[in-house]
């Protein structure tokens, strides 16, 4: 059965309860969750009272934030503490972030004083950085314990804790001395020493570091799990993959926004309303649109060159748009070579190089096929067809230089590189690129 008809069950209330438990607990908890964006809210407190109490806490974490609210609102103080206290550490601070303080109150209330103060403490650490993503839910052991022994802990804690294929291996004082794989473990003798097998290289993470940093390690190193410690080495908790996925996403999605010249927004595209998408739309709109008052008075300066030859002013849309085009290529490059660790800053003369290279290649090959076709729809003006090709060739060699240098120039500025990406970059290229054409123009044509 899928997601599609369990939802008309619930809506029209056809199949006993009994059944319907039965049937969602051969579900997949994200495919459970998912049915719950389709109901509404009387449904979704309905169908989260059906869930069996063994996956309930599961497909909460799933749900939506509006969703969880209603949820919440609708349980009991038992309830919720039940919930919560069966949530990992780090859903159950992704959850609360996201809250009113009214409901943030209650839930904290009916949290057990340990996981609250873990919780409270988590909450204090930057939005961005590796506390906040981290959670406490691992598995340590002894240096000195036996592989026996590591086995045994395993099978006591295990079960609540956020993985137990990485297991990190720690002093007396929880300084952090190694890590041993599930594998490892498995593949030792019950009377070897943890000392004796574990990974003494173990890439870590401090509370501080910038979580998009922390991704490029995930990347870079084929992480499933990596330590957090504080500044005195200890360990204090783990991230795990599944939530690199999601600052990979958030932080590809805020770039991507940022490209585009929108404010970023964390909330859904068919969640935010019209007034929020306007609003994160209309400034950068103005400043293009105020920007565009510069090429007005580029092409009102050569005014008179134009009512000479009228014909000049058609072939402005061409040369913009292909700048344009050439500048976003080169800085879209850049700024994902920046953002997954291929490209530095001391890169900043290989990358001009090689971008003034394939601008060359490209501005040949467009400036052929743009002098045979002004040539035949001229009446084989060559002056014009020089006018246009080298203009062109120009501009394509400028919009690339611009486009690999100014993400560069933002991150040397510790500006998001992807800002510059449109509005500046959509500014200059056309700006120049005018003075290239009309200076040009003037030099061959005599204007």
């Known amino acids: 059965m899928d997601k599609d008809e369990i939802v008309e069950l619930i809506k029209d209330g056809s199949l006993d309860i009994s059944k319907m438990k039965m049937l969602l607990s051969g579900m997949n908890t994200v495919d459970i969750a998912e049915v719950f964006e389709k109901l509404d809210k009387e449904q979704i407190i309905r169908m989260f009272r059906i869930l069996p109490?063994?996956?309930?806490?599961?497909?909460?974490?799933?749900?939506?934030?509006?969703?969880?609210?209603?949820?919440?609102?609708?349980?009991?103080?038992?309830?919720?503490?039940?919930?919560?206290?069966?949530?990992?550490?780090?859903?159950?601070?992704?959850?609360?972030?996201?809250?009113?303080a009214n409901v943030v109150k209650r839930v904290l209330q009916n949290v057990p004083i340990a996981k609250r103060k873990i919780i409270n403490q988590i909450l204090q650490y930057p939005d961005d950085s590796a506390g906040s993503i981290m959670t406490t839910e691992y598995i340590d052991?002894?240096?000195?314990?036996k592989v026996r022994e590591a086995f045994d802990t395993i099978r006591t804690i295990g079960l609540n804790k956020e993985t137990i294929y990485n297991c990190y291996v720690i002093?007396?004082?929880?300084?952090?001395?190694?890590?041993?794989?599930?594998?490892?473990?498995?593949?030792?003798?019950?009377?070897?020493?943890?000392?004796?097998?574990?990974?003494?290289?173990?890439?870590?993470?401090?509370?501080?570091?910038?979580?998009?940093?922390?991704?490029?390690?995930?990347?870079?190193?084929?992480?499933?799990?990596?330590p957090v410690v504080d500044k005195e080495q200890r360990l204090v908790g783990i991230i795990t993959v599944d939530d690199i996925v999601d600052v990979i996403v958030e932080e590809s999605t805020e770039d991507i926004e940022k490209m585009a010249a929108l404010v970023p927004s964390d909330d859904p595209y068919l969640k935010t309303s019209i007034f929020q998408h306007a609003k994160n739309r209309f400034l950068w709109m103005l400043i293009l649109m105020l920007s565009a008052t510069i090429t007005g008075t580029i092409i009102s300066?050569?005014?008179?060159?134009?009512?000479?030859?009228?014909?000049?002013?058609?072939?402005?849309?061409?040369?913009?748009?292909?700048?344009?085009?050439?500048g976003s290529q080169s800085s879209t490059l850049i700024v994902r070579g920046m953002a997954i660790g291929e490209i530095g800053l001391g890169d900043i003369i290989l990358i001009l190089w090689k971008e003034l290279r394939v601008g060359i290649l490209c501005g040949l090959g467009l400036g052929v096929v743009n002098f045979i076709r002004v040539f035949i729809m001229n009446n084989s003006d060559w002056k014009l067809c020089l006018t246009i090709t080298l203009s062109l060739f120009c501009t394509i060699l400028m919009a690339k230089t611009v486009g690999s240098v100014l993400p560069i120039l933002a991150k040397r500025l510790r500006i998001?590189?992807?800002?510059?990406?449109?509005?500046?970059?959509?500014?200059?290229?056309?700006?120049?690129?005018?003075?290239?054409?009309?200076?040009?123009?003037?030099?061959?044509?005599?204007?």
């Open 416 to 447: 998001d590189p992807a800002i510059m990406s449109a509005p500046l970059l959509t500014t200059i290229v056309d700006a120049v690129s005018l003075v290239i054409y009309f200076s040009i123009a003037k030099i061959i044509l005599g204007l």
């Open 171 to 226: 002093r007396k004082d929880r300084l952090l001395v190694g890590g041993v794989s599930a594998k490892t473990l498995m593949l030792a003798r019950p009377q070897d020493k943890i000392a004796d097998i574990m990974d003494t290289n173990v890439v870590f993470a401090n509370t501080t570091d910038d979580r998009e940093k922390i991704a490029e390690q995930f990347h870079k190193y084929s992480l499933l799990a990596m």
């Open 301 to 326: 300066s050569f005014e008179e060159g134009l009512m000479v030859l009228p014909i000049l002013m058609s072939f402005i849309p061409m040369l913009m748009n292909t700048g344009g085009i050439a």
């Open 141 to 145: 052991l002894r240096e000195d314990a």
């Open 53 to 100: 109490k063994v996956i309930a806490s599961d497909v909460f974490a799933y749900v939506d934030t509006d969703q969880q609210q209603i949820i919440i609102e609708a349980l009991t103080d038992t309830e919720i503490g039940e919930i919560i206290n069966k949530l990992f550490v780090d859903d159950a601070v992704d959850f609360i972030e996201e809250m009113p």
